[in-house]
């Protein structure tokens, strides 16, 4: 027994009747989102879209950080991205803690995590503004490239825009 034998069962029952599409690695939509990585969150569902058809980037607090900004220049000059949906969404655990929040419980734990930045989020309308800012102003994307937020309520599955 380990920790992850009922991945495997499940992934062998999924691989039975799995069929290969034929898809490449470029987005066929033309679409990267960045969003949370809240387990209540079904991007591909909640956007009407389906495996292959964009590039679904995750971090905790849906966070434009150096990381996402390199994914998205591969993404756009590798992979067909076009345009760009920042979403992150209510209830999120990101709003609800500052780093020296996150610092101390680690800490409590005998872990010294001061070395990290977690991107908390005390507000998140000017966070996402901060983010889409900073997409829409890298120097390696292309300036006309559609970009823009909205806020995805993890109760109601409604989407919002919000951070223009
Ligand atoms: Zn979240």
Same mark, same amino acid.
């Given at each position: 027994?380990?920790a ?36 209540? &969150? ?13 590039? &679904? ?12 900004l ?37 800490q ?26 900073? &997409? ?14 909205? &806020? ?13």
């Amino acid at each position: 027994m380990t920790a992850f034998d009922d991945l495997f069962a499940a992934n062998a029952k999924y691989a039975e009747t799995f069929g290969d599409s034929g898809l490449t690695g470029r987005a066929a939509r033309g679409l990267a989102v960045v969003t949370c990585m809240d387990s209540r &969150i079904d991007p591909l569902g909640l956007l009407g879209l389906q495996p292959g058809d964009a590039k &679904i980037l995750r971090n905790a607090g849906a966070r434009v950080t150096d990381d996402v900004l390199r994914t998205l220049v591969l993404a756009v000059y590798l992979l067909g991205v076009e345009r760009v949906l920042v979403m992150p969404h209510t209830d999120c655990g990101m709003t609800k803690a500052t780093d020296d929040d996150v610092h101390a419980l680690t800490q409590a734990r005998g872990v010294d995590t001061r070395s990290l930045d977690f991107h908390t989020v005390p507000d998140q309308q000017e966070a996402l503004r901060h983010d889409l800012t900073r &997409i829409r102003t890298s120097p390696f994307l292309p300036q006309d490239m559609p970009v823009t937020g909205a &806020i995805y309520d993890v109760r109601s599955g409604r989407l919002l825009p919000a951070g223009d």
